[in-house]
């Protein structure tokens, strides 16, 4: 009999914790919210006229377990800070702000049913999220149906705001430039800043980021006036571009654009300087790693690369040391992009004067200048893109230095 | 213009052509075409590139210790895997997955042991270049490309003039037979992994020197297996020939054409050989291999 019972004891106990389980990714999150709401209590009872009444309340899907989990938390931080003082500055509408955030495990199944919990159960006015385009493409026609604004916040492909045909996704923002915007930039600083008026570009034609990239590097310097001198193409893993680079040498031009990825400009930047290249580089995010100084050595000395904002203007470097004092743990730079995605939501909310998810889209569709920690942003009605400002930075003595925000006009 | 891309393709050439000849040599004793080639040339580059990081050895003491672990290694595959294939009296299809297993374990192994990631030798040279009217040549072009002419020339020495190498031919002519006339054919199987690693091994130093080192850089070797077939398999100096064509040939498609277009004209002139002289340039008969 004591057998019997202790058996069904266990049996339960085991249903109870398979149970507890299924559960534990909302259990988490739900958690993670309730501890914001709790903080915003705080704040609110702090503030001399705190908000009241009903929080108005933002989603956020990221993967906040798994191997990602570290940008995913590190947005939802970002986004509490910037709750934190939103609600101590008095609210919004004179009513609290409050994020809920649900993992979507960086897949774009669980993401899809993390954003139908957040627009079904907890009654979100818009949601944040992710870095991921896999998920966002998965998201984004759901977002369309259920009529609530969708801001991506680095994920880069260009279909997570156009589809596959062409259509815009009427709700879907997103907070990060596509990687093909950054020909844009480089085509303009180049020849506006830097003053080249002459440019040969090599191109990756086996990867769409550098032939993305190429073709609107070509539109904007030719239209500002430039002329591309040469356009050569090769593919990764070439590792010998030396028939390239001397038709390149024979055009004679100002300025090499090599948007390819960090192994392989080491490899083209030390070959081209053998040839005896001796024009100015300039490349796009693909340079960004501490190891291509090490590779290219002195051959990419004084080049040129733009990238995405981070932790480089004094505000945005104030900000990680207030974020590593509250998390203690080193800021990735996905908490500028739910700093900011709150933020922007904020203004968006203030000027319509409305927490209604119709007129949010209104407002994030039409934006101009809103400033983040991220630098000036606008968004393009259009295709939802937003023209924001890209950090420059310049190969100096083997080390990378930030030059300046540029933003595109 | 012209000039400076045969001199570009010259020196992509010459390193197919270091690697190009093992494939050959060991075509020629065996009979068939030794897929961890390439392998054995990435481990080259490896044990260079440590000796280098270590110890700030100069260019000669890494290319010779890169060439002496290339070399090892290549003995070591024929004792651990090809002999014991040989032994058992398997048909040579055997040996060539061996081979590919090879290839992938090491390819592995190197992933394991030193990470995926791209390393550069620290420059051990200036990155001057040679002027010559309009054509700039690296000093490293020059460098790897005397290494590879005395390569090449103390094999063919080695192979035509010496007695090693009349025993080379010997048994590459006809194992059986040698072996029925006293000769230690083990022996002379060890001899040419041994020349075949060690050249090797020198390609795999001067690529990461020019290029630079990760763990599937003996994926190159194919392109140096499509040369030794266009120079026939199993001779010496085919390979070689047919390494500096197609060497020549990639550097003009993609300077003239396009870059895309590169592979396919290379792979294309294969077919092309394969159906008009399967044999290759230098076709041999079955009477004189090496």
Known sequence: MLKKVLSALLALSLVASLAGCSGGETGSTAGAAASTAASDAGSAAGGASGPSGEPIRIGYVSALSGDSALWGQAGLNGMKLAVEDVNAAGGVLGRPIEVVGYDGQGQPLDSVNALNKLIDESKVVAVVGTNFSSCNIAMAPVADSKKIPLVATAASSPSVTVDEQGKLHPYSFRIGFTDPFQGRVLGSYVYEKLGFKKAAIITDIGDNYSTGITQYLTKEFTAKGGTIVAKEEARSGDNDFRAQLSKIKSANPDVLFIPWIYKDVALITKQARELGITCQFVGADGWDSQDLPKLAGTAIDNSYYCSRPGFNTREAIEYGERYKKVYNIVPEAECLFGYDGVMWLVQVMKEKNSADPEAIRDGLENTKDFKGYLGTMSVDPATHDPTRDAAIFQIKDGAIKYIENYSVN | ?290
Do not use: C
């Not at chain 2, 992933?111 to 700039?136: N, V, Y």
């Not at chain 2, 080379?168 to 072996?179: E, G, L, P």
């Not at chain 2, 630079?212 to 194919?222: A, C, E, I, W």
């Open chain 2, 1 to 290: 213009m012209f000039l400076q891309q045969l001199v570009n393709g010259i020196s992509v050439g010459g390193i197919y052509a270091l690697i190009a000849t093992g494939y050959a040599l060991i075509y020629s004793l065996l009979g068939f075409s030794n897929w961890a080639h390439g392998e054995v040339a990435m481990f080259g580059a490896y044990m260079a590139l440590t000796l280098v990081t270590r110890t700030n050895s100069p260019f000669l003491g890494a290319l010779v210790f890169g060439i002496l672990g290339a070399g090892l290694l290549s003995i070591f595959n024929e004792k651990v895997a090809y002999k014991r294939i040989r032994d058992h009296g398997s048909p040579t299809m055997f040996l060539m997955i061996a081979a590919m297993g090879i290839s992938t374990t090491y390819q592995n192994g190197a992933m394991l042991a030193f990470g995926p990631k791209f390393q550069m030798f620290p420059s051990m040279f200036e990155t001057s270049t040679i002027q010559l009217g309009s054509i700039s040549i690296g000093i490293l072009d020059v460098i790897s490309l005397l290494t590879t002419i005395v390569a090449l020339v103390v094999l063919d020495l080695l192979i035509n003039k010496s007695k090693m190498g009349l025993g080379i031919r010997t048994v590459a002519s006809n194992s059986y037979t040698a072996s029925l006339m006293g000769i230690n054919i083990d022996r002379y199987f060890a001899l040419v992994f041994l020349l075949a690693g060690m050249l090797a091994g020198s390609a795999g130093v001067l690529l990461g020197l020019k290029y630079s080192v990760y763990p599937t850089m003996g994926n190159v070797s194919l392109k140096a297996f499509i040369a030794s077939v266009l120079g026939g398999l199993g001779s010496v100096r085919g390979a070689i020939v047919g390494a500096l064509i197609i060497g020549i040939l990639e550097t003009m498609v993609s300077g003239y054409l396009s870059s895309g277009l590169r592979d396919l004209v290379t792979f294309g002139l294969l077919i092309v050989i394969l159906l008009v002289k399967p044999s290759g340039l230098m076709g041999v008969t079955i009477e004189d291999k090496a």
